[in-house]
């Protein structure tokens, strides 16, 4: 595993509650794809009960493979992850998100900044 994927999740503490931020701004193709399996893995192997995920997605570029990749990730995660807000969601990535949440039953929600994106996520 590279220490550049790993260091992309960070936890943070919000209003005395644990969110765990992803970071997946600019990435695209094989490299955007190998990141969510690398930090799916890790989000595994964590042993959190419930997590409470905040996806940044600005500047990142979507092809199928990684709509495949996301959709495999989320149904991993799926029973550990409450709540999933997303960043950097405009325009065809609102359609990319609503596929994978169709497909994944994550029903993550796409926000335009990161203050309201927490706020939602401890509600």
């Known amino acids: 595993m590279s220490d550049s994927i790993e260091k992309r999740h960070v936890w943070i503490n919000y209003k005395e509650m644990e969110i765990l ?4 701004k600019n990435l695209q193709g094989e490299q955007f794809v190998k990141t969510i399996e690398v930090l799916t893995e890790n989000l595994l192997d964590m042993g959190k009960k ?3 995920l ?12 990684v709509v495949n990749a996301y959709i495999a990730a989320a149904k991993k995660v799926n029973p550990i992850v409450k709540k999933t807000a997303v960043l950097g969601i405009t325009g065809v990535k609102k359609v990319l998100l609503n596929v994978v949440n169709k497909f994944s039953d994550v ?12 706020e939602w996520l401890i509600k």
């Open 21 to 24: 931020y992803t970071d997946y």
């Open 50 to 52: 419930e997590v409470l």
């Open 107 to 118: 029903g993550a929600k796409p926000f335009t900044n990161e203050e309201e994106a927490k």
């Open 54 to 65: 905040l996806l940044d997605l600005q500047g990142s570029y979507a092809n199928k493979e």
